[in-house]
């Protein structure tokens, strides 16, 4: 059984067919799905699906390319949606340098804020990091973040990068680039990431694994992300299917 640990199945992408595609992903072992929120609007869908279909859990916040126009009040509202039983963590947050769609001053400001929000709520968080591994990394120790729990959502930076976040706690999800023909330096990632420290995802409705490239992702695809791993660090993929599975299940806390 599979823990799909970052799945956008609010995604406008999905207002055809998203039914079918919950559907599809119970059918092929998918048993959770983690939906997190990017903005406002999409925090409130992420909790609305999580209400409805027991095995999809929200997560909440405001990704660092919506930060721009953010305001205390809607951190206000975050915090009130994080109440919610089905919010599992406060994500997916962080700083992003490659797109810069919002001042980077804004950005550290607003990660900040909503990783205060998230220790005060005793949530782990679901970080984005993208070309600014310096500033996520400072910041994560500042906050003492690793107290309450760090997941590094869509992994993509170097060994040593995850040696350190390994070292201070953190937990690493990998994708599917790592099924990509070029995908040397993922693969010496997930050589190296402990299985007590691993998640796997799809990124839904983006990142789609090989052999779907360049078409919408989904949870279901979840599987090929499983088992390209699992031939990577030799064991079954039902060992890391299992594993990813309670990793996923004790980070959330999801009994």
């Not at 983690?34 to 209400?51: H, I, R, T």
């Not at 201070?168 to 330096?185: D, E, F, H, M």
Request: charged residues 25%; hydrophobic residues 40%; proline residues 4%.
């Amino acid at each position: 059984m599979l823990f799909d640990s970052h799945a956008h199945v609010d995604s406008s992408q999905f207002d055809h067919d998203r039914a079918l595609v919950i559907k599809r992903a119970g059918l092929n072992d998918i048993t959770y799905i983690m939906n997190p929120g990017a903005d406002l609007k999409s925090s409130y869908e992420a909790v609305k699906l999580a209400e409805q279909y027991d095995f999809i859990h929200a997560a909440v916040g405001i990704h660092p390319h919506d930060v721009v126009d953010m305001d205390d009040m809607m951190l206000k509202m975050i915090a009130n949606l994080a109440k919610k039983p089905v919010v599992k963590a406060i994500g997916e947050i962080g700083l992003d340098y490659y797109r810069d769609l919002s001042p980077r001053d804004l950005q550290q400001k607003w990660f900040i804020e909503q990783l205060a929000l998230a220790k005060s709520m005793q949530l782990p968080v679901i970080i984005h990091d993208r070309d600014a591994n310096d500033d996520v990394l400072r910041i994560l120790k500042t906050q003492k973040q690793f107290e309450t729990g760090v997941l590094m959502h869509c992994y993509s930076g170097s060994r040593e990068l995850a040696r350190q976040y390994v070292e201070l706690g953190a937990y690493l999800s990998i994708a599917g680039p790592v099924t990509y023909k070029n995908a040397r330096k993922l693969i010496e990632v997930a050589e190296y990431v402990p299985l007590d420290r691993l998640m796997i995802e799809t990124d839904s409705p983006y990142l789609t694994p090989e052999p779907y490239r360049g078409k919408r992702n989904e949870p279901m695809n979840v599987r090929y992300t499983c088992e390209r791993i699992a031939q990577i660090k030799g064991i079954s993929f039902e060992a890391l299917a299992e594993i990813t599975l309670n990793n996923a299940k004790t980070y959330f806390k999801i009994t």
